[in-house]
């Protein structure tokens, strides 16, 4: 299904951040329950989509 997820993506010209690659490895102390994200939590959440949509925000002011 994930390639499934990318071809769709490219075709409505969309960027997928990948969440789940990023909290491979990491330890039960960024949730709280094992599923849903504490502090640090949230800060790799952040992490990981700040750059994406920097660059998206950047691609769509140079189309206008």
């Known amino acids: 299904v ?3 997820k990318v071809s769709v993506a490219d075709v409505a ?3 997928v951040i990948d969440q789940f690659a990023a ?3 990491l ?3 960024y949730t709280c329950d094992g599923c849903h994200p504490v502090d640090k ?3 790799v959440i952040a992490q990981t989509m700040y750059e994406p949509i ?3 925000g950047k691609k769509r002011m140079a189309k206008k």
């Open 54 to 56: 920097l660059e998206a």
């Open 23 to 25: 909290w491979q490895g």
């Open 13 to 15: 010209e969309v960027k």
């Open 2 to 4: 994930p390639s499934l």
């Open 27 to 29: 330890d039960a102390s």
């Open 41 to 43: 939590g949230y800060q």
